[in-house]
């Protein structure tokens, strides 16, 4: 079994952006497996990419602002095969353009990259706190990902993930 990588992105001070970082910890410490490492941050873009090298499988979890769905909807991102390239410069290169150019160059090599999107309102705005919104359907949205992406990894005290 190779090496999966659970990635939580976002902000703590940043109102909803911090609910990337809180689901994916909830994950990691849910899931506790010796071919399962966590890292979260703040960065975005290259900044990212350095932790990605050496790993079979990697599970990002972000929050975007999306008017369209409501705050706490948790979707599973459907990655193309490739992602299309249109910038002339390295400045401003989106979170997936940055993936397929390090796919492209062989800093990742994951055979696996699953992105969940957390849809949220209040990103830019200074708070600690993620609303109640976002709060009350995280037990749900970590059930999913538990559910659809470490199926048959043992943890709290010998349950089995079916």
């Not at 952006?17 to 994916?24: E, K, N, S, T, Y």
């Not at 705050?71 to 910038?87: E, V």
């Not at 062989?106 to 992105?115: C, K, L, N, S």
């Not at 609303?131 to 359907?137: F, G, K, N, V, Y």
Request: aromatic residues 8%; contains cysteine.
């Amino acid at each position: 079994m190779g090496k999966t990588l659970i990635v939580g992105l976002g902000n703590n001070i940043l109102s909803d952006d911090g609910a990337g970082l809180l689901i994916a910890r909830e994950v990691y410490s849910r899931v506790k497996s010796e071919h399962v490492d966590f890292i979260e941050s703040s960065y975005a873009g290259w900044r990212c990419i350095d932790f990605f090298p050496g790993y079979e499988k990697i599970i990002i979890i972000d929050v975007i602002c999306d008017d369209k769905r409501q705050p706490g909807d948790c979707f599973k991102m459907d990655l193309p095969a490739t992602i299309p390239l249109h910038r002339q410069s390295s400045h401003n290169v989106g979170f997936l353009e940055m993936l397929e150019l390090a796919r492209q160059t062989g800093m990742i090599t994951a055979g696996e990259i699953v992105v969940y999107a957390v849809a949220a309102r209040t990103i830019y705005e200074f708070s600690e706190q993620i609303s109640e919104q976002i709060l009350s359907r995280v037990p749900g949205i970590l059930s999913e990902i538990i559910k659809n992406e470490f199926s048959g990894i043992t943890q709290d005290g010998g349950q089995l993930y079916a």
